[in-house]
């Protein structure tokens, strides 16, 4: 990326930075010799790169007489990266004004993959146009965001046994108090409708002990082409035990399958239903939907066009200050207490991690929703993600 990194990055202060050295050649000349990270710049129509500075050259052991002339897809230094995909980044600077970042492995000189953020943008050289592209190790980044994952992984389970364990004992409860009144019972009528009492609480205990089964066989740290609405079904259930809560589950019958980590989403799906469940201390409704989109370039979405799939979780509270829907993917935030503020977060990079996107809409009357978005089936992708 663009010489301004972190967890949280400022996008505003990003652009106008692009803007300020687009209006400047001397001061775009001192930022890209200076600039301790990897830096070239190319031919907008043939993709040749025209320059490096020192930071490349050192960083891929390399001299200017050995990278003039190629392009970034025959260099070699992108792994398994495929051309399509580095040319699919050219054409997306060409015909966008804004800055073009994607995450890939770069080879370094000592043969190490190292995960980076690259940033590629269009700019005029004396009249003439370029692409400069950066590149930022994001390795540390990623390290971060493994460990957050691993916490809110820990947060979730916390609450979703918690409340399991409340409707288990609530039913063990039961049971034990229909036995002992059906022992005690004066007919043998009487004693009959306890003892059934007794094997509906026992039935639905059965019940959701294989509910409990049926996911933890989902905790496979793998990618494998599912169906969501399944993951959706489970989670809800698991999640949502108890009288206070009404969920409402519309999944399209034709949802589009998806390569997915299914423990990741699963994550995800909990985080979402947990924190639409939490905003309604006292009971309400919960309308959870699966549909299948299509991404077009003209749709206000930063997705590439094609088909995806959106799940979208919306709570009937009292909705969220229009201050505070822009810090609810922030580590950390929250407005509840004892929470650790990672559940939002660890979602969004899941399912960046996946290619998608996840976007939250409120009021501050009508409740919240949060939404994301996966490539569908069509779109085979090869993802490396946190187990």
């Given at each position: 990326?663009?010489?301004?990194?972190?967890?949280?990055?400022?996008?505003?202060?990003?652009?106008?930075?692009?803007?300020e050295l687009?209006?400047?050649?001397?001061?775009?000349?001192?930022?890209?010799?200076?600039?301790?990270?990897?830096?070239?710049?190319?031919?907008?129509?043939?993709?040749?790169?025209?320059?490096a500075?020192?930071?490349?050259?050192?960083?891929?052991?390399?001299?200017?007489?050995?990278?003039v002339?190629?392009?970034?897809?025959?260099l070699?230094?992108?792994?398994?990266?495929?051309?399509?995909?580095?040319?699919?980044?050219?054409?997306?600077?060409?015909?966008?004004?804004?800055?073009?970042?994607?995450?890939?492995?770069?080879?370094?000189?000592?043969?190490?993959?190292?995960?980076?953020?690259?940033?590629s943008?269009?700019?005029?050289i004396?009249?003439?146009?370029?692409?400069?592209?950066?590149?930022?190790?994001?390795?540390s980044?990623?390290?971060?965001?493994?460990?957050?994952?691993k916490?809110?992984?820990?947060?979730?389970?916390?609450?979703?046994?918690?409340?399991?364990?409340?409707e288990?004992?609530?039913?063990?409860?039961?049971?034990?108090?229909?036995?002992?009144?059906?022992?005690?019972?004066?007919?043998q009528?009487?004693?009959?409708?306890?003892?059934?009492?007794?094997?509906?609480?026992?039935?639905?205990?059965?019940?959701?002990?294989?509910?409990?089964?049926?996911f933890?066989?989902?905790?496979?740290?793998?990618?494998?082409?599912?169906?969501?609405?399944?993951?959706?079904?489970?989670?809800?259930?698991?999640?949502?035990?108890?009288?206070?809560?009404?969920?409402?589950?519309?999944?399209?019958?034709?949802?589009?399958?998806?390569?997915?980590?299914?423990?990741?989403?699963?994550?995800?799906?909990?985080?979402?239903?947990?924190?639409?469940?939490?905003?309604?201390?006292?009971?309400?409704?919960?309308?959870?939907?699966?549909?299948n989109?299509?991404?077009?370039?003209?749709?206000?979405?930063?997705?590439?066009?094609g088909?995806?799939?959106?799940?979208s979780?919306?709570?009937?509270?009292?909705?969220?200050?229009?201050?505070?829907?822009?810090?609810?993917?922030?580590a950390?935030?929250?407005?509840?207490?004892?929470?650790?503020?990672?559940?939002?977060?660890?979602?969004k990079?899941?399912?960046?991690m996946?290619?998608?996107?996840?976007?939250v809409?409120?009021?501050?009357?009508?409740?919240?929703?949060?939404?994301?978005?996966?490539?569908?089936?069509?779109?085979?992708?090869?993802?490396?993600?946190?187990?």
């Amino acid at each position: 990326m663009i010489a301004i990194q972190g967890t949280t990055r400022d996008m505003t202060a990003h652009k106008l930075l692009i803007n300020e050295l687009r209006n400047s050649i001397e001061l775009f000349s001192s930022f890209f010799h200076s600039n301790t990270d990897p830096c070239c710049m190319t031919d907008l129509s043939t993709g040749a790169i025209m320059y490096a500075n020192d930071s490349w050259l050192n960083n891929f052991d390399c001299s200017l007489d050995d990278v003039v002339g190629c392009t970034l897809s025959n260099l070699g230094i992108f792994g398994n990266t495929s051309q399509a995909e580095l040319a699919d980044v050219i054409n997306r600077v060409r015909s966008s004004s804004n800055p073009i970042q994607s995450n890939l492995k770069v080879l370094t000189k000592t043969g190490e993959e190292q995960l980076c953020s690259v940033t590629s943008f269009s700019v005029d050289i004396a009249g003439v146009e370029r692409v400069f592209t950066s590149i930022v190790d994001n390795s540390s980044n990623e390290r971060i965001e493994r460990e957050l994952l691993k916490v809110a992984k820990l947060e979730s389970a916390s609450l979703l046994l918690a409340g399991v364990a409340h409707e288990l004992s609530n039913q063990l409860t039961g049971i034990i108090t229909n036995l002992s009144l059906a022992k005690t019972a004066e007919s043998q009528s009487a004693s009959k409708e306890y003892l059934d009492k007794t094997e509906a609480a026992a039935a639905w205990s059965r019940d959701l002990t294989q509910q409990l089964l049926a996911f933890s066989e989902i905790a496979r740290p793998k990618l494998e082409y599912a169906d969501v609405g399944e993951l959706l079904r489970k989670s809800v259930s698991l999640c949502l035990q108890g009288p206070l809560v009404t969920p409402k589950i519309d999944i399209a019958p034709d949802l589009w399958r998806v390569n997915i980590n299914c423990e990741q989403i699963s994550l995800v799906i909990n985080n979402l239903v947990i924190n639409a469940k939490q905003a309604m201390p006292n009971g309400g409704g919960i309308i959870i939907t699966a549909q299948n989109i299509l991404s077009e370039s003209d749709i206000d979405l930063p997705l590439k066009p094609g088909r995806y799939i959106q799940v979208s979780v919306t709570d009937l509270g009292t909705g969220i200050p229009k201050e505070t829907e822009s810090k609810i993917f922030a580590a950390f935030f929250t407005s509840k207490a004892n929470a650790s503020g990672l559940g939002l977060p660890s979602a969004k990079s899941i399912i960046e991690m996946h290619k998608g996107h996840i976007e939250v809409t409120a009021s501050t009357s009508f409740g919240t929703t949060l939404s994301f978005y996966l490539p569908a089936e069509k779109d085979r992708l090869t993802l490396e993600l946190v187990s």
